[in-house]
């Protein structure tokens, strides 16, 4: 892959310990890898977190660090173990212990989109999943381990704030038993990823914006959740799932009439957020990338 895999904005100044972040929202696909796939440009977008990077360009006016993943989840998926290899896709890769998320095709280098399409019609060579590790996976996580290291160096604690979209459809079995079909999805893997008072207070922020909130079911936090979240040492992580209906047409992955109006009010609801992480060593002086 050519470039950069990621996009790091940094405001002027670090005003928060919250770092925004979205590990899925990258659209630079490579045209070898197009090439190599069974799916059309359009049909290979569909794991994508369209237009994240994008509702969120604002927060850097709050204080707050932003980095949005520019490789695309269907060529690697930072928020996957490195080592999360499908030995269904992948050649010299031995069956390991039983992980759903590699059983189910999304593993570090996935076999499939959304809806269990298959991204290719073989298998790879070890060296290109290995490859893409290097030029993607470790340049991400070095970067974000960097923001939350200097957010714990300067405020005493870091709140990481991993952004992800949902399908509409990820909630139609709760709608379909009488409950009000939830917008936004908080995961904390049950508590043990955010101090509760945190997570309250994002759920606040959404709730007074009017939206419906849920916390871990059906998304409860992956990799990055799990693995940038100990409470017990200072570092918080909380994912957010947004309903993609809620500004863009998922079927034609474009905005919706409703875009602009929603990231209005969004960028209101990661201002309060952002307001979570303030303290009074928040004169850390950074240049802009």
Request: hydrophobic share 40%.
């Amino acid at each position: 892959m050519t470039g950069s895999p990621h996009d790091l904005t940094l405001p002027l100044r670090r005003l928060t310990s919250v770092v925004f972040a979205s590990p899925h929202s990258g659209r630079d696909y490579p045209a070898g890898f197009l090439e190599t796939s069974i799916l059309d440009e359009h049909s290979i977008r569909s794991s994508e977190d369209a237009f994240i990077d994008q509702l969120l360009d604002g927060v850097v006016a709050f204080g707050a660090p932003l980095l949005t993943a520019r490789a695309p989840r269907a060529y690697v998926d930072v928020n996957r173990a490195a080592d999360e290899m499908d030995p269904a896709l992948i050649e010299g890769v031995r069956i390991a212990v039983h992980n759903p998320r590699v059983a189910s095709g999304l593993g570090v280098i996935p076999r499939v989109v959304a809806g269990g399409r298959a991204i290719y019609r073989g298998k790879l060579p070890l060296s290109e999943a290995a490859t893409r590790i290097e030029q993607v996976w470790h340049p991400y996580h070095d970067c974000l381990r960097r923001l939350l290291d200097d957010a714990r160096a300067t405020f005493g604690q870091s709140i990481l704030i991993d952004m992800h979209s949902m399908p509409h459809e990820a909630m139609d079995s709760i709608a379909s038993s009488g409950i009000k079909r939830p917008e936004i999805v908080l995961g904390d893997r049950f508590g043990s990823a955010a101090a509760p008072d945190i997570v309250d207070r994002i759920e606040a922020a959404f709730e007074s914006a009017g939206f419906r909130t849920q916390r871990n079911a059906p998304f409860a936090g992956a990799y990055i959740t799990q693995t940038y979240g100990r409470p017990s040492r200072g570092m918080h992580a909380v994912q957010i799932e947004m309903d993609r209906s809620l500004y863009m047409n998922e079927r034609e992955i474009r905005p919706n009439g409703n875009f602009l109006g929603f990231k209005r009010i969004l960028t209101g609801i990661l201002a309060e957020i952002a307001e979570i992480g303030r303290g009074k060593s928040s004169t850390m002086p950074l240049a802009a990338e």
